[in-house]
């Protein structure tokens, strides 16, 4: 199918060269042939996973590294609060001036084993124009924003990200011996951090003894298939370290390390990014403390599942939010229709 990439068509109409089409098909062949050349290289008998539809799956793994052996998770029985933060952006609408979006955040806080407290912060409205974000603090230079109006799903991204990291910070400076969950990796370029790991880790707390660890539901580390399969066929809380920081921008040491973990004999492998203060506790105590502390439902802690749920929108939340608006703003809505259905119809034998 892919080797046949001709053009199937009748004589072309006066006004278009078929050459011009003859050549982009071969063009296009030409970039099957280089990729063939380098996926027979690299992918060539290796294990694959497809995706469902375009989501991301799971992969099963059933031959471990004989030579990895994990460590062992072993429980810290201090109570320590086990802090998760997680958030939601939706788009509310739009007009020619610019769109408008709700987004929320929860916390879910979990003690000595089971969760005990959580908080819910929203909807917040944030107004994205030409000027700006208005509504929050996103850090963004102007030559941005154009770019975040263009697209809703980045300007989602960029609205949870600047909440996600105002919450954390809050949490952070509050001190104690708090252990700060995000949902998701401190490294994604993408991620509430872009990269750096904040400067309040390091500086911010008065008890001096926070920590912030970002836990992912997906990563291509989970392809590492020797180790996921050597910590999968652990009877109990294992975890493998994968890779280390050093410091930041300024210099400060401090350490930040990845791991890959599961935190129950039947639980799932997942990814961890820890940051902490130097000087703090070693890698042990603060997985050690994690699992004490928190509760785990197939290895995926309770206190950023209760952090998911209540931070997405329902559709009673959605009316209501419209609602809202239009009463407050004076809007004139629309009527609508689904463009895409109308201007594409539907495709019964599609995927």
Known sequence: MLRNMAIATSILP????????????????QGFAELEESVDRQLYGKRFVFSRYGKELYPCFEEADATLVPGCIIPIKEGRPVASVDSTCVLVGEASEGALYAARAAIGISHSGALRRFFRLGPILVFASDSGLVGIDSGLSPSDFAFLLSDHTLAERVIRNSIEKRVIGALIAGGGDAIVMADGSLKHPMGQFNGQFPKMVAEG???????????????????????????????????????????????ASRKVQTVLAKFSG??????????????????????????????????YPDSLKVAHHLSIFSKADDQALKAFVTKRFKLRQLPTFSLRRIALGSFKGGA
């Open 205 to 251: 707390g008065r008890g001096g003894g926070i920590c912030l660890v970002g836990f992912s539901k997906s990563s291509s580390l989970i392809f590492s298939e020797g180790v996921v399969a050597a910590l999968a066929k652990s009877r109990g809380a294992a975890y493998h370290r994968v890779a280390q920081g050093g410091s930041d921008n300024d210099g």
């Open 266 to 299: 039947d639980g799932l492998v997942f990814r961890l990014d820890i940051a902490a203060q130097q000087g703090d506790e070693s890698l042990c105590r603060v997985l050690g403390a994690i699992l004490w502390n928190d509760a785990f439902s197939s290895g």
């Open 14 to 29: 006066d006004g278009l060269d078929q050459e011009v089409l003859d050549s982009l098909a071969d063009e296009f062949r």
